[in-house]
């Protein structure tokens, strides 16, 4: 049986706290209070429509060509734990994906951080008329996903419910000025089972991680957001680009997720140029909804308020943010390079 780290908290809990946070709940961008900034982020087809974002091709579909292997595909349901690995040196000639920890000659504590976290996944999930379909939860434990232009030293999980995706922290270490959940977007669902299909086939990847792995990546540049390269080598952090990669493996006969790598915010506070999220205990077993996203479904995001971790509000003392001086996956499209204006 999967071993479950999660931070528990009840809808009622939640619902309480949330009552009480309303004078603290950050401003959105355009300077109203609620959900209506709440952002859709250019995934590539993988957690919204492609119309979403400028793909290339204009599906956000890549067609495997002759040689390349079949898509593996995700079951209906699963769960697993995660070791999280934050390379913050000497990462350029040490890319993902990994085959385990980062190769020496980097080092813990040196070169990277590691944490820990848990994702649940359930395709089958089905919501109110409207809601969308599939639940997917993503727990971080005292280390939230250093993508934002904030310090991560706390605990956090990404919940998608349907269509909508909420943002949870928790008591124990909840940075001040943050509400107990926030609107992430409202359109960002689970990936679904063929997601895959949605990011282009990286040879080299696939080679780095040995026989019968399955590789898939790309850089997106965070000017334009169109795909600038296949492969997590070379780097491109210094030209801007962003990386999102996933990785399989055949593991006790069957081909599953092994890695999921991509760019973090590469700038301190959270100074996490590279990440890497490698599973460690991957079990095709359903998630419990009681401990998962149950703590949320009660809620009405029309009365959340939007996250704005990508764009921390004025008052950055509150998170001990920083106004984000290097893209992230909430700029993409309308970044623009140093010198310039955003």
Known sequence: MLHRIYASSSPLALALALAGCTASAATDDQGGRGNSAAPVYSTYGVHNPPSASPCVPPTCVYRRTRGQPADPQYPPFWQSRWTMYRVYNNYQRHMPPYDGRPPLPLRPGRDYEVSFGATYYDSTWRGRPGEGTG?????????????????????????????????VTYEQD???????????????????????????????????????AQAYSFWVSGATGRPVQVGATPDRTQSQAILFGYAFQPRNGRMQPSSFYFSGYPLAPANAPVVSQNYTDWA??????????DQVSGLDPQTLPACQLFDPPPNTRLLGATPARAPTWGHIGRWRPRGGRR
């Open 174 to 212: 909840r940075p001040a000025g943050m509400p107990p959940v926030c609107l992430f977007s409202p359109l960002n669902h689970a990936p679904r089972r063929d997601f895959i299909k949605h990011l282009p086939y990286a040879l080299s990847d696939s080679r780095q991680l040995g026989a019968g």
């Open 284 to 293: 095709p077993t359903r998630p419990d909804p009681r401990r998962t996203w």
């Open 135 to 167: 639940a997917m939860m993503e727990h971080y434990e005292r280390r939230c996903l250093p993508i934002f232009p904030i310090p991560n030293n706390f605990t956090c999980s990404f919940i998608s419910l349907g269509n909508t995706a909420y943002f």
